[in-house]
């Protein structure tokens, strides 16, 4: 399975600033994904990181609040703007690989006060 | 609508068994996933179903029934470092994964 790593691991941030998460895999991956996880809840899609387009959101999320961008096929960031306390979650990218199988970064703590 | 139960906890005795079940509602159907998710880590992935039937890995084994909307992961002889939230997830189409809230298990000595 590929080898995924995301930066930062965590951070503090004050509300109304922004943070951008990136996600590096160690090869080249079709399917990128970001999804946030709540404290003590699952995981929710945020949107498919697209290559050279635009990324697909799910309903609830918006491109203004979580910008994402997919320069190649290794990489991509996903920006948290204007941060409010609900933003505090825990920020996953995954890679899609056979059987529709997805593999997790480590996870980006992210704590807004 | 899309709907995943599982139970919220369980608790178990270290070498034991334990059988943590998931039902299932969503508007597709193309497999099965559980993920293992210890505290403060990323979930890593343990099995996919896409038949019917008891798939069998090592000391966990996975069964499903579509028919049913059912599936439940086996444990065996538990180890203490088992004790973390089991995700039970439905792919309903290409990689669009819906993640059911988890099961917290606690393993006892």
């Known amino acids: 399975s590929a080898v995924i790593s995301q930066k930062p691991s965590r951070d503090i941030c004050q509300r109304g600033t922004s943070l951008t998460i990136q996600c590096q895999v160690d090869?080249?991956?079709?399917?990128m994904f970001w999804y946030r996880q709540q404290p003590g809840q699952s995981l929710t899609l945020i949107a498919t990181?697209?290559?050279?387009?635009?990324?697909?959101?799910e309903s609830g999320f918006v491109i203004d609040k979580f910008p994402i961008s997919r320069p190649n096929l290794t990489f991509s960031t996903l920006t948290v703007s204007n941060m409010s306390p609900e933003d505090s979650s825990i920020y996953l990218c995954?890679?899609?690989?056979?059987?529709?199988?997805?593999?997790f970064g480590p996870g980006t703590r992210l704590l807004v006060l | 609508g899309q709907n995943i139960d599982q139970p919220t906890e369980m608790t178990a005795t270290e070498g034991a068994i334990v059988q943590i079940n998931c039902t299932y509602q969503?508007?597709?159907?193309?497999?099965l996933f559980w993920y293992q998710q210890h505290a403060g880590e990323a979930p890593t992935f343990l099995s996919y179903?896409?038949?019917?039937g008891l798939e069998e890995k090592g000391r966990f084994s996975s069964f499903l029934s579509r028919s049913k909307g059912y599936s439940y992961l086996l444990l065996k002889e538990l180890q203490m470092k088992d004790s973390a939230s089991y995700l039970c997830?439905?792919?309903?189409?290409?990689?669009?994964?819906?993640f059911g809230a988890g099961t917290r298990l606690f393993v006892k000595a």
């Open positions: 995954s890679v899609g690989q056979v059987q529709e199988t997805q593999y």
């Open positions: 090869s080249q991956v079709t399917m």
């Open positions: 990181a697209n290559q050279g387009s635009e990324a697909t959101y």
């Open positions: 969503t508007s597709g159907f193309n497999g």
């Open positions: 179903n896409v038949l019917d």
């Open positions: 997830a439905v792919n309903t189409g290409g990689f669009k994964t819906i």
